[in-house]
């Protein structure tokens, strides 16, 4: 079975930093692109960033660029996102999700919560 | 405001059909595959339609996807209550090189 177990989510103050990681199994994730997206209280689905199947290829939401920073390591099958200089609009539900570019999204992990606040 | 636009809300009876529309651009929905998920308030996102018109296994054929120009449509067709939901679409956009949500659709069954 494919799941994505996300962890790392918590509360921080503004300007903090948090690591996010993603543990994937049950398929090669060396082969597949992978992504992050978000939805804060009450809002609608954003995404946040993808990083191609080798790694050497990433994209980020325009909120996000210069702050985030996607990695992911194929030998432990895990995904990362680093946030530095958080802000309290980045306070959201963060997901992991197997896929990117036009080919979508095809499994979500249940998802890990970040709160910005003093 | 999404680049990609959807109706807030749409609603029909049990048993009906309905359709959700997402209107897009030549640099998204015209030129990339549109992908569909359902979003069950408090739980994640689950993927109905991928590459504008597949259903992943174990979806329901009672969910349909298609496109035409820079605008895509979900159908849903035999509406169940347990179809109640935020529907969102999703694609890549080459100009912004970003993947784009929708701003969502809730589907009440009346």
């Known amino acids: 079975e494919v799941q994505l177990l996300e962890s790392g989510g918590g509360l921080v103050q503004p300007g903090g930093s948090l690591r996010l990681s993603c543990a994937a199994s049950?398929?090669?994730?060396?082969?597949?692109?992978v992504s992050w997206a978000r939805q804060a209280p009450g809002k609608g689905l954003e995404w946040v960033s993808s990083?191609?199947?080798?790694?050497?290829?990433?994209d980020y939401a325009d909120s996000v660029k210069g702050r985030f920073t996607i990695s992911r390591d194929n030998s432990k099958n895990t995904l990362d996102l680093q946030m530095n200089s958080l802000r309290a609009a980045d306070t959201a539900i963060y997901y992991c999700?197997?896929?990117?570019?036009?080919?979508?999204?095809?499994?979500w992990g249940q998802g890990t919560t970040v709160t910005v606040s003093s | 405001q999404s680049v990609l636009t959807q109706p807030p809300s749409v609603s029909a009876a049990p048993g009906q059909k309905v359709t959700i529309s997402c209107s897009g651009s030549?640099?998204?929905?015209?030129?990339?595959?549109v992908s569909w998920y359902q979003q069950v308030p408090g739980t994640a996102p689950k993927l109905l339609i991928s590459?504008?018109?597949k259903r992943p296994s174990g979806i329901p054929d009672r969910f349909s996807g298609s496109k035409s120009g820079t605008s895509a449509t979900l159908g849903i067709t035999g509406l169940q209550t347990g179809d109640e939901a935020d529907y969102y679409c999703?694609?890549?956009?080459?100009?912004?090189?970003?993947?784009?949500f929708g701003g969502g659709t809730k589907l009440t069954v009346l």
């Open positions: 999700a197997k896929g990117w570019k036009d080919f979508g999204m095809d499994v």
């Open positions: 049950g398929f090669t994730f060396a082969n597949y692109g």
């Open positions: 990083i191609s199947g080798s790694g050497s290829s990433t």
């Open positions: 030549s640099s998204n929905i015209g030129n990339k595959y």
């Open positions: 590459e504008n018109n």
């Open positions: 999703g694609t890549w956009d080459s100009s912004l090189s970003a993947f784009l």
